[in-house]
């Protein structure tokens, strides 16, 4: 009977020890990155004295990013060159990125050239995957193109491009 006991209480403590097992089981996590379905300029025609942003607008929000590092670089219709870079933690601000600009009165007119990147750190344990990930077409409210890609093991990247045009003040009709 010791015998019958003795076989009874390991089976259980096996089985025990396996339930526990599978309950500890970790799921698997990915991290994916944002896709882009373009930019939008506001204003979409801006003049002389105004200030414009410029937002790099997110179809999918990206998940299981640790970091996103952001450069937007805007190159004037006479060559100059502003750049602004940001940092942020994208879980916690997994916002549109975006670029503002006043424009001087002392600043050309003509076409402005902006150029974003951003760099994604991965905060997933797992593997890395993207869903979708290129945009370059015009809508009535976005333009310019975005292109996504996984980059390496620890991080991911995106690039893209948009123009616009920066008119002379007008000036109000008597």
Do not use: H
Not at 94 to 110: E, K, L, M, R, S
Not at 113 to 126: D, L, M, P
């Amino acid at each position: 009977m010791d015998r019958i006991r003795k076989y009874a209480v390991s089976g259980f403590l096996t089985i025990l020890a396996c339930i526990a097992c599978i309950g500890c089981e970790e799921e698997e996590t990915v991290s994916v990155l944002p896709t882009f379905s373009g930019f939008q300029i506001t204003p979409s025609a801006p003049e002389k004295g105004q200030t414009v942003r410029i937002e790099a607008i997110q179809s999918q929000i990206g998940k299981l990013l640790y970091r996103a590092d952001y450069k937007w670089t805007l190159t004037k219709s006479d060559g100059t060159v502003k750049e602004v870079t940001k940092r942020v933690v994208y879980d916690k601000e997994p916002a549109n990125p975006f670029f503002t600009y006043d424009i001087t009165d002392n600043d050309p007119v003509g076409t402005y050239i902006v150029s974003f990147s951003g760099e994604y750190q991965y905060s997933a344990t797992g593997g890395t995957t993207i869903s979708g990930n290129n945009y370059s077409e015009s809508s009535s409210t976005k333009t310019g193109t975005i292109t996504v890609k996984n980059s390496g093991a620890l991080y991911g990247t995106c690039a893209g491009n948009v123009t616009f045009q920066v008119r002379a003040k007008s000036t109000p009709e008597e």
